[in-house]
């Protein structure tokens, strides 16, 4: 399985240009095997460029995280100067909880389905007079 998106895809976008082409490979790599591993096995046989383009967003943001805060801090202070990630926002690759339904929708993963229910009740008198053929008395 190759990449979900590729490193000219990040080169096209801001923030990337500065970049080493083998760390944003690495990254890639990463951030498109736990997107994969989310949506198992929705994305499986799926590379670049045919990836859907919301997978691709979700992608480039957690490669931008993942370049941009390799260490996942959440909040850091030198000083006067103070730095926080987001409110209560995933500062590592991993992706975060609104990222992960983005992916499912756009694979249709949704994880909406209806199980089949049997029990051994007893059959009620209502089903019993439809079981009844006519003619039976």
């Not at 460029?49 to 943001?61: D, E, M, R």
């Not at 909406?112 to 039976?136: C, H, I, K, Y």
Request: glycine share 10%; net charge negative.
């Amino acid at each position: 399985m190759g990449p979900l998106v590729t490193v000219a895809d990040l080169l096209r976008r801001p923030g990337f240009a500065a970049a080493d082409s083998g760390h944003l490979a690495a990254l890639i790599d990463d951030a498109s095997a736990l997107v994969r591993d989310a949506v198992r096995p929705h994305l499986d046989d799926v590379e670049a460029p045919n990836t859907p383009p919301a997978v691709v967003a979700v992608i480039v943001a957690m490669v931008r995280r993942g370049l941009h805060n390799p260490l996942g801090h959440a909040q850091e202070t030198l000083g006067d100067y103070s730095f926080s990630v987001g409110t209560g926002g995933v500062a590592t690759l991993a992706p975060t909880r609104r990222e992960l339904r983005i992916v499912r929708r756009a694979v249709g993963a949704l994880g909406v389905g209806s199980v089949a229910m049997t029990g051994d009740l007893p059959l009620q008198r209502s089903e019993l007079v439809a079981l009844e053929q006519p003619g039976d008395a």
